[in-house]
């Protein structure tokens, strides 16, 4: 839209605000479905075309988010800034970049829509958005991340603003991955190298224990425990890490956990 055009807000319902989603991928689709069984009024655009009941298509990321109060964008992350710069968002919309990526992107897509008179809002998705859609748990910052929460909440989507910079919800999301991924990394390498030694039955039900009988103590058991006992715990995962060798399995993660004990060993010398 020209950047000289004005969106006002029609109301404080989301119902009476048109909303454009670009991007018409599995996320895409599942939220801009859920929005228009609300009622929304939403131009959706993808480069490929699909249909989506309810949705307007529109031929162009521009045509979808001329005269939207809500412009959310649900794209690779290696495409952001161009979707945004081709949606050219205006004075008094809302551009939601929902993408997954760092902080210092974020920052730039601010950069990139907020000079027109638009405002910003960093969206964390926190859950898989296949079964939940719309109401997919989510953090949001950026100058715009309140007026989002207003607009979005009385849908039913769980909404915590965190702050007015943009990157900062992005900045969560991207730490609690660390810890996520990390843990079904490991579980893969374990699993990995008990199928090779033939008892991986037994080692998945070990695992099923643990996430059974977990409690916020367990985490502080991890926490202290491993810089109480880092000197020991080195040997052990220098042991693991020749066994998985041995059975053909790449220590990556193996490898790391000894590393990090090897610096808590050396953090307590210095202590």
């Known amino acids: 839209m020209p950047q000289s055009d004005t969106v006002v807000l029609m109301g404080d319902k989301i119902v009476d605000n048109p909303v454009a989603v670009l991007g018409l991928g599995e996320a ?74 760092p902080p210092s992107l974020k920052a730039e897509l601010a950069q ?59 900045e969560r999301k991207l730490l609690r991955s660390v810890f996520m991924k990390g843990i079904a990394a490991a579980a893969i390498e374990s699993l990995a190298a008990a199928r090779a030694a033939g008892c991986e039955e037994w080692l998945h039900g070990e695992l099923a224990g ?11 058991r991890l926490l202290e425990g491993s810089r109480i006992h880092a000197a020991r715990r080195v040997h052990e995962m220098r042991a693991a890490s020749e066994m998985l060798g041995d059975l053909r399995v790449e220590p990556r993660i193996s490898d790391a956990a000894r590393g990090w004990l090897e610096q808590l060993e050396a953090e307590a010398h210095v202590g």
């Open 28 to 101: 895409g689709v599942a939220i801009a479905g859920d929005l228009a069984a609300a009622g929304v009024d939403v131009r959706g655009y993808d480069p490929v075309e699909r249909e989506v009941e309810g949705v307007k298509r529109s031929g162009s990321a521009a045509a979808a988010a001329g005269g939207a109060a809500l412009v959310m964008s649900l794209n690779a992350a290696a495409v952001a800034l161009d979707v945004a710069r081709d949606a050219s968002p205006g004075e008094g919309q809302l551009y939601a970049d929902l993408n997954t990526g």
């Open 112 to 170: 990139a829509v907020e000079p027109s008179g638009a405002r910003f809002v960093d969206v964390a998705l926190m859950g898989p958005v296949p079964g939940n859609g719309l109401r997919t748990p989510c953090l949001v910052s950026g100058s715009g991340a309140g007026d989002y929460a207003e607009l979005l909440s009385p849908l039913g989507v769980p909404v915590e603003v965190v702050g007015d910079e943009p990157g900062q919800a992005a």
């Open 210 to 220: 643990v996430f059974e009988g977990a409690s916020p103590a367990l985490l502080e």
